[in-house]
């Protein structure tokens, strides 16, 4: 069974996103042994600087990296990725299985995205949209798409 993991920087406080992301996990967990990471954000003033923001998110990169499995294929969740339809993600899904890729790893950042080193590191850049979302939303959103991706594969009746 494909390893997936989502490394989420944030944690999620909202009921509702919660109750909706545990229903994808659930959902998920036929297809997949899904993995769960929530990592948390960096504290930041008011107003960051760019250096504040900078220093930051390198520190949720490390954290990040020490939370990847060894031969994982890191997939970076950010707006200026490509923008992918569900029969696309689902062809991710399947070439990664049958590539032999051990663990296939979705990152979505802090409200301030992604150290760009950590984003050089990534197999794929995936944007879900040119619209910003919150990245709890994002989380809930990706773990949908993936689901339906895998339904896609299957031959499933949930996407139309």
Same mark, same amino acid.
């Given at each position: 069974?494909?390893?997936?993991? %989502? =490394?989420? %920087?944030?944690?999620?406080?909202?009921?509702?996103? =919660?109750?909706?992301?545990?229903?994808?996990?659930?959902?998920?967990?036929?297809?997949?042994?899904?993995?769960? %990471?929530?990592?948390?954000?960096?504290?930041?003033?008011?107003?960051?600087?760019?250096?504040?923001?900078? +220093?930051?998110?390198? +520190?949720?990169?490390?954290?990040?990296?020490?939370?990847?499995?060894?031969?994982?294929?890191?997939?970076?969740?950010?707006?200026?990725?490509?923008?992918?339809?569900?029969?696309?993600?689902?062809?991710?899904?399947?070439?990664?299985?049958?590539?032999?890729?051990?663990?296939?790893?979705?990152?979505?950042?802090?409200?301030?995205?992604?150290?760009?080193?950590?984003?050089?590191?990534?197999?794929?850049?995936?944007?879900?949209?040119?619209?910003?979302?919150?990245?709890?939303?994002?989380? %809930?959103?990706?773990?949908?798409? =993936?689901?339906?991706?895998?339904? =896609?594969?299957?031959?499933?009746?949930?996407?139309?």
């Amino acid at each position: 069974m494909q390893r997936v993991m %989502v =490394i989420c %920087v944030g944690k999620l406080k909202e009921r509702f996103y =919660i109750d909706a992301s545990a229903e994808y996990v659930k959902r998920l967990s036929r297809y997949c042994r899904l993995e769960l %990471v929530e990592l948390p954000e960096q504290r930041l003033p008011e107003s960051p600087s760019p250096a504040e923001i900078a +220093r930051a998110l390198a +520190r949720e990169a490390e954290a990040i990296r020490a939370k990847l499995p060894p031969a994982s294929s890191l997939a970076a969740m950010c707006i200026e990725g490509k923008l992918h339809s569900s029969e696309d993600l689902a062809r991710l899904l399947r070439d990664a299985a049958s590539g032999g890729e051990k663990c296939l790893a979705f990152v979505i950042g802090s409200s301030f995205g992604l150290d760009e080193e950590l984003k050089k590191e990534a197999w794929v850049r995936l944007s879900m949209s040119p619209m910003t979302f919150p990245h709890h939303l994002a989380r %809930v959103m990706l773990l949908e798409q =993936i689901y339906r991706g895998f339904q =896609i594969n299957e031959g499933g009746k949930y996407h139309k």
